[in-house]
C-alpha cells in the first residue's frame, strides 16, 4: 500500500485538495478530524487534568483551550504530548483496516506532518502550496481570525519554500479547481506503479 502525506500551511488550499484525492476514490485520514473527535472523547479527560475548565459539556470547547496555549510554546508541547500519540493510534488503525481492504493508494492529510515528524511514516509527500499574497487573503477572510492570529498559527508552521523543497509533489492551488484536480490526478498516475509498504 502506497502512503501518500499530504500536508501545506494554514490557507494553502489542503482541504480541498484533500477532497480531490476522496472523489479519485482514495481513503484519506484526515488528522484534524481525528482530533475533533478525540475532543468529544479520549482526549476529554486528559486535556481537562492538563487544562482545567476547558471542557464545556463532557467535550473541549476548542477557544478555551486556544486561550490556553495559543503563544505559550509550554503549553503547546503539554498539549502535544497528549494529542499526538492518540491520533497516531487512529493513524495506525487506518491504515491496518485499508490494507485489509487491499487500498492501493491512501492520503494521510496532516497538518504538520514536517513539523512532527510525519514524513517518516509515508512514502511520499504532497504539498499544496499558493503564493503568500492568496493565502493571506483566504485565512484573513474566515470568521473570528485576526492578523495576530494568523502570525501566530504561520510560526508554528514551517516556512512554505522549506515544506515545498522537501516535498515529492507539489499542488499549486493558487489557479482553479480543475487544475488543482488535474494535479491530484497526476500524482496518482506516478505513483500508481511505485511499490509501497506492508502494514499489519
Known sequence: MFILGLTGSIG??????????????VPVHDSDAAVHRLYEGEAVAPVEAAFPG?????????????????????AIKKLETIVHPLVRATTQRFLVENAARGSRVVVLDIPLLFETGGEAIVDAVVVVSAPPEVQRARVLARPGMTAERLEALLARQMPDAEKRARAHFTVDSSRSFDSA????HGILRAVAALPGRRIG
Open 54 to 74: 476547558v471542557t464545556v459539556d463532557g467535550k473541549i470547547d476548542r477557544n478555551k483551550l486556544s486561550a490556553h496555549v495559543v503563544g505559550n510554546a509550554e
Open 12 to 25: 494553502m488550499g489542503k482541504s480541498t485538495t484533500a477532497n480531490f484525492f476522496r472523489e479519485a476514490g
Open 181 to 184: 484536480q488535474r494535479q491530484v
